[in-house]
Each structure stands twice: as structure tokens, then as C-alpha cells.
T-cell receptor, first 112, second 113 residues
Framework: NAGVTQTPKFRVLKTGQSMTLLCAQD?????MYWYRQDPGMGLRLIHY???????AKGEVPDGYNVSRLKKQNFLLGLESAAPSQTSVYFC???????????FGPGTRLTVL | AQKVTQAQTEISVVEKEDVTLDCVYE???????LFWYKQPPSGELVFLIR??????QNEISGRYSWNFQKSTSSFNFTITASQVVDSAVYFC??????????FGQGTTLQVKP
């Protein structure tokens, strides 16, 4: 069991470039989430999905898009990267109900 | 409003000292879940404990213990006889419907030898 994996681990972009972060989980979880972590601010929810084909906005969705075409994958896209999107991005998954979320190892993104 | 506050930004202790990390939450939900996660220097997030709003029993796991008090909306975390390996950032989080987690700002714990 790999749990939750994220690709890539590190990335440097120039302002205006686009990219997609991939999250994959092998625990058959219904729910998946994308967070960003910035110094002194904890983790903030960007977008989430409660099932294949569904997505919803979290706390800080602007500048990001997501897709959940397959149950095991959750993609986070940046169409036109900005320096304010420099952050560490975490993907997580969970079962429905009050169960814990399992987190991926994170992606460190720098936008110059 | 849903909110989690970890008032202690940084704590520094000497090994073998006991340390308590505070967590205060706000919610109007009657059913909710509280969590603690650990983020060691390597960066991953490690689940430590989950507590639902109907279970106010305190829990002990080895050197770790948690004190949940609905009357004061607090879910504090105590490490007994701290060790250098406990050095990490600790996050308290509140889970709402659809599983969304609201995190506190985190408390950085430094345990010195």
C-alpha cells in the first residue's frame, strides 16, 4: 500500500506558467482534498471532492482548478502561476464520516 | 464561525520535561470531530488522534495524553517526559461535514537535549 502519493515533489515555475499536480490514493477513499501550507498559517483547504466526478471549493480556491475523473486521482491545476502561489501543497484522502485524513508527502512549489 | 486557535506559536523545553499544547475551537455543529497531527522536520503529516464531540473521555497513549473539555471548547495535548524526537510542529484540527478540516496555526515544539 502506497497510501497517498503526490507528483512532483518539487517544482519551480515562472510567473504565468501553468502546471498540474497529481494526487493518487490506493485506499479506495471517497473523499479527497487539496491544501496549501504557508508559514504561520497552518493548512488551508483549496478544493475538495466527495466522490468521482465531483469537486467543490474550499477556503482559498482562487487561481486553482481541480478535477476528479477517477476515484483514485485528484488533480490540482494552476492555469497562470503567481508568486503568491509559492507554497507547499498537500493532498489528503479519507473515508466518509469522521475518519482521519491521510496526507501525501507534499509538493514544494516555487513561483518566480 | 468555525475556528481553531493554537495560541502557542513556539514552545521550547528541555528533554524529560512535560509539555502541554493548547487547542481551543469554535463551532456551532453539535456533531464534530477533533484531531491532532504531527509534522516532523521531514515535512509529512502524521495522524495522532481523533475525538468525536460525544466522547469526552480523556485518552492516554504512551507518553501522549489528550484532554477534551466541551465546556471550555478545548482539546489539549500533553507530552510527558518529552524527548528530542518529539520536536515537530503540532496541528489541532476541527472536522466539519463533508470532511473539511479546519486547522489551527500550529505549535512548534522544540525539545532540547
Amino acid at each position: 500500500n502506497a497510501g497517498v502519493t503526490q507528483t512532483p515533489k518539487f517544482r519551480v515555475l515562472k510567473t504565468g506558467q501553468s502546471m498540474t499536480l497529481l494526487c493518487a490514493q490506493d485506499m479506495n477513499h471517497e473523499y479527497m482534498y487539496w491544501y496549501r501550507q504557508d508559514p504561520g498559517m497552518g493548512l488551508r483547504l483549496i478544493h475538495y471532492s466527495v466522490g468521482e466526478g465531483t469537486t467543490a471549493k474550499g477556503e482559498v480556491p482562487d487561481g486553482y482548478n481541480v478535477s476528479r475523473l477517477k476515484k483514485q486521482n485528484f488533480l490540482l491545476g494552476l492555469e497562470s502561476a503567481a508568486p503568491s502561489q509559492t507554497s507547499v501543497y498537500f493532498c489528503a484522502s479519507s473515508a466518509p464520516g469522521g475518519y482521519e485524513q491521510f496526507f501525501g508527502p507534499g509538493t514544494r512549489l516555487t513561483v518566480l | 464561525a468555525q475556528k481553531v486557535t493554537q495560541a502557542q506559536t513556539e514552545i521550547s523545553v528541555v528533554e524529560k520535561e512535560d509539555v502541554t499544547l493548547d487547542c481551543v475551537y469554535e463551532t456551532r455543529d453539535t456533531t464534530y470531530y477533533l484531531f491532532w497531527y504531527k509534522q516532523p522536520p521531514s515535512g509529512e503529516l502524521v495522524f495522532l488522534i481523533r475525538r468525536n464531540s460525544f466522547d469526552e473521555q480523556n485518552e492516554i497513549s504512551g507518553r501522549y495524553s489528550w484532554n477534551f473539555q466541551k465546556s471550555t471548547s478545548s482539546f489539549n495535548f500533553t507530552i510527558t517526559a518529552s524527548q528530542v524526537v518529539d520536536s515537530a510542529v503540532y496541528f489541532c484540527a476541527l472536522r466539519r461535514d463533508t470532511g473539511k478540516l479546519i486547522f489551527g496555526q500550529g505549535t512548534t515544539l522544540q525539545v532540547k537535549p
